[in-house]
């Protein structure tokens, strides 16, 4: 799945806020290498997304957001998406949807997901809405969009590649729940080669994180890095009869001093303060980094057009803003061809590395509350602008307004 489209209203803070993924022109100079299908060369989608907005604008509640429709993909457990969706909706009395355009690198096909939260008067609680078309040889992603929104009901048939469901909440729920589930099933193959990876920022699951998650030459890279009076990093074993089963690290400073990491990369032996918060955040990073090393080595050892889903929240908070930006750019380089990677942060320095201008995207909350996308290759015509001297003169509106702390110097 590599997603081409996001769409969310009335959820959360989003307002009608539309993320379009696809690429409308060709950069001319891109280090971003293969943003485009390999059979369908003229479909082009962005491979890195690097999202910035002030604070509480929805950068981790569309991480959320996004993970639970991709889970719903591969689920179909409709009453836990309802149960959701009721539960972030902003106005109960309004309908909210949420819209899901993707891609499946193995089939070439576009596939459209629509599901719709009624409003709380409604005897049924969700209607969904799912399309899906093979893309055209020559067809660009607008193009295919374009022909994946003119198929309705009354215009599906096998033999051109077409696919429509739309699921009627008037049905009772077995037949409901049977029809969504009979169409996705024809699609299997699909929803089985995709998967994904989201750090959201104060969320990671522990229970989550897999024994051999953590490189340690990664851990060791990106921590000695971190902090300088970090020696070594070694990995702790437990024997296991004749196995040897790892369950942990040690982190060794120059003055003899050590910490002792659990598998999942917690520290054990009550040292937390020893470590910085920036060095503490990197051993998190070093675990989704190393995800997307093993990622990588085995898609392709097994089948290059499984695709996958990164998601990185404000990771690097209390980092060094050329640390981050190294860290950024590894992940990047080591992304496996059908990969995506969200990233979101507050640091400006990251505006000036040498991304394409669609690899940006700001989130921008207007006084009401409400929250939309800012693509700023949609208001620019070159790829070449100098998109941080526009977000410091907040053409974007997306700095925070300090009105109310400055009212402070006068208490």
Same mark, same amino acid.
């Given at each position: ?22 690429? @409308?022109?060709?950069?001319?100079? *891109? ?21 910035? %907005? ?13 993970? *639970? ?20 909706? !902003? ?5 909210? *949807? ?72 008037? @049905? ?39 024994? *051999? ?11 000695? $890095? ?11 074993? $437990? ?16 003055? !003899? ?6 598998? +999942?990369? &917690? ?10 918060? %920036? ?42 803003? &050329? ?7 590894? =992940? ?7 990969? @995506? ?15 394409? $201008?669609?690899?940006? +995207? ?23 602008? @100098?998109? =941080? ?23």
């Amino acid at each position: 799945m590599l997603i081409t489209k996001f769409f969310a209203d009335n959820l959360y803070s989003f307002d009608n806020a539309e993320l379009d993924l696809t690429i @409308q022109r060709e950069p001319k100079r *891109s280090i971003i290498d293969a943003e485009y299908l390999e059979e369908r060369p003229k479909f082009r989608f962005k491979r890195v997304c690097i999202l910035s %907005g002030a604070n509480a604008t929805g950068k981790t509640n569309l991480g959320r957001l996004m993970h *639970s429709v991709q889970h719903f993909v591969v689920s179909h457990e409709i009453e836990p998406m309802a149960t959701y969706l009721k539960k972030i909706v !902003s106005d109960a009395s309004k309908k909210a *949807s949420v819209q899901l355009e993707y891609v499946t690198p193995i089939d070439n096909k576009l596939h459209l997901l629509e599901i719709i939260l009624l409003p709380e008067n409604t005897s049924k609680a969700l209607l969904i809405k799912y399309r899906a078309i093979l893309i055209p040889k020559n067809a660009t992603a607008q193009a295919s969009r374009k022909k994946l929104l003119s198929i309705d009901s009354t215009d599906v048939s096998s033999k051109q590649n077409k696919i429509y469901i739309e699921a009627n909440p008037q @049905q009772d729920d077995i037949t409901y729940l049977s029809k969504v589930i009979e169409i996705w099933n024809q699609n299997k193959s699909d929803t089985a080669l995709f998967g994904w990876r989201y750090y959201l920022s104060h969320t990671i699951n522990k229970q989550e994180i897999q024994k *051999s998650d953590i490189k340690i030459n990664v851990l060791q890279n990106i921590l000695t $890095t971190f902090d300088s009076s970090i020696e070594e990093v070694t990995e702790i074993f $437990t024997k296991q009869g004749k196995d040897k089963e790892p369950t942990g690290f040690l982190i060794k400073f120059s003055n !003899s001093h050590q910490v002792i990491l659990d598998i +999942a990369g &917690e520290m054990t032996n009550g040292s937390m303060e020893r470590l910085s918060k %920036g060095t503490y955040e990197a051993i998190h990073v070093a675990n989704f980094v190393s995800r997307v090393f093993s990622d990588r080595d085995y898609i392709q050892s097994k089948n290059n057009t499984i695709s996958l889903t990164y998601y990185l929240d404000e990771s690097m908070a209390f980092s060094h803003t &050329e640390l981050e930006i190294a860290v950024v750019n590894l =992940i990047v380089q080591k992304l496996p061809r059908f990969a @995506q990677f969200f990233y979101t942060t507050h640091n400006h320095d990251i505006l000036e590395m040498a991304y394409p $201008t669609h690899t940006y +995207a700001f989130l921008a909350k207007k006084r009401d509350g409400k929250t939309h996308f800012i693509q700023p290759e949609h208001l620019f015509k070159r790829n070449d602008r @100098q998109l =941080i001297n526009y977000v410091k003169n907040n053409v974007f509106h997306t700095l925070p307004k300090t009105t109310g702390i400055d009212k402070l110097l006068d208490y």
